[in-house]
């Protein structure tokens, strides 16, 4: 695999297609993207279903292949490589967070955050100490033994958030990561992304239908019939932290 290029720009997509058949159908998920993600953005990609933004996201984070196009990963074109040197790319480069949490059940939040970790085929003595500083990076280190059920939506959300860091990964993409939280909730996880995004620096992709949730990014992409209609950079986020202290204020 070639080594990364030091382009300013960790995710280059030039001319992007999907195309998906279904019998005699063909059905656009892309159609000719072009687009630009800098090192350490905080990037909100919105859109109506069927729009285009989950084809993005799964072609970005290398789980699927375009039809057509180019899409350069921290410098590397990706679509010709090999299925292993993809899984090598996933879990070296990128720390993905779903909606549905996607935690295992049977297994303490400690071992979910190590999951990746043995995937690697990491030294057993660092899995248990990398897994547990994951945990204290989103506020979680005491609930380390408790399993999914034990904790609420937000605190599995820090956990799966956790595992995706957990491999100091350069990109973090995000599925609409507070689809299923109330908005206290919600906000509590913008928070999270974003002081791991402006302390850390993990560039940051974020898919959201709502547009409050996008107001914390940095730039908001919008896509409609597999298209990019706009790209606006938002000149003041808002701030999550500040909002969460907001919440906590008594009521006058």
Excluded at 80 to 96: V, Y
Excluded at 229 to 240: I, K, M, V, Y
């Amino acid at each position: 695999m070639s080594s990364a290029s030091p382009c300013p720009d960790i995710i280059e997509v030039e001319h992007l297609s999907r195309i998906f058949r279904i019998g005699d159908m063909q059905v656009v998920g892309l159609a000719d993207v072009s687009l630009r993600i800098a090192r350490g953005d905080f990037v909100a990609i919105m859109g109506p279903s069927g729009s285009g933004k989950s084809t993005l996201m799964n072609i970005l984070g290398c789980l699927d292949r375009p039809s057509s196009g180019v899409y350069r990963l921290d410098g590397v074109s990706v679509q010709g490589l090999s299925r292993d040197e993809l899984a090598e790319i996933r879990n070296q480069k990128i720390g993905f967070v779903f909606q549905q949490f996607n935690l295992l059940a049977r297994t303490s939040a400690l071992e979910n955050v190590g999951l990746p970790l043995l995937y690697a085929a990491s030294p057993v003595a660092d899995v248990d100490s990398r897994a547990m500083e994951a945990l204290k990076a989103v506020g979680l280190a005491e609930r380390a033994d408790h399993h999914p059920n034990q904790l609420s939506g937000g605190q599995q959300q820090r956990v799966a958030i956790a595992r995706a860091l957990v491999n100091d990964p350069r990109i973090v993409l995000a599925d609409e990561p507070t689809g299923a939280l109330d908005s206290r909730t919600s906000v509590e996880i913008m928070a999270i992304l974003q002081k791991l995004n402006r302390e850390k620096g993990i560039t940051t992709v974020m898919v959201t239908h709502e547009p409050d949730i996008a107001a914390y990014a940095n730039r908001n992409v919008y896509f409609l019939d597999g298209k990019i209609t706009r790209d606006e950079r938002l000149p003041s986020p808002l701030d999550a932290a500040q909002e969460l202290a907001n919440f906590t204020k008594p009521a006058i």
